[in-house]
């Protein structure tokens, strides 16, 4: 089992930059694939972006692409998503997950634990 708790949220102007990292409890975090996902008022959680256990294989929604980079430390049990350009359109909660023994999915069902989330607000 492991524990996720997320921090970096923050009040950011459009075109500036944030990072989110994800800590996680456990001495087995190298066996989980991680993703961010977001959810934004009255609308549904939607997939960010993922990585493998290993770091060698990252996925991106089509929104997000080319403006946040997932990554993670397995020697640190971190996960990051550095998120630039942003847009009043990220505003959201932002949720770090983790899925055991699997592969870096886009759904959220795929995903065993989850962390509180943190706010990100971008402001016009």
């Known amino acids: 089992q492991v524990q996720l708790v997320e921090s970096g949220g923050g009040l950011v102007q459009a075109g500036g930059s944030l990072r989110l990292s994800c800590a996680a409890s456990g001495r087995t975090f190298s066996a989980y694939a991680m993703g961010w996902f977001r959810q934004a008022p009255g609308k549904e959680r939607e997939f960010v972006a993922a990585?493998?256990?290993?770091?060698?294989?990252?996925y991106y929604a089509d929104s997000v692409k080319g403006r946040l980079t997932i990554s993670r430390d397995n020697a640190k049990n971190m996960v990051y998503l550095q998120m630039n350009s942003l847009k009043p359109e990220d505003t959201a909660v932002y949720y770090c997950?983790?899925?055991?023994?699997?592969?870096?999915?886009?759904?959220?069902?795929?995903?065993?634990?989850w962390g509180q989330g943190t706010q990100v607000t971008v402001s016009s």
């Open positions: 997950a983790g899925r055991r023994l699997g592969v870096a999915g886009r759904a959220a069902n795929e995903y065993d634990y």
């Open positions: 990585i493998s256990r290993t770091g060698s294989s990252t």
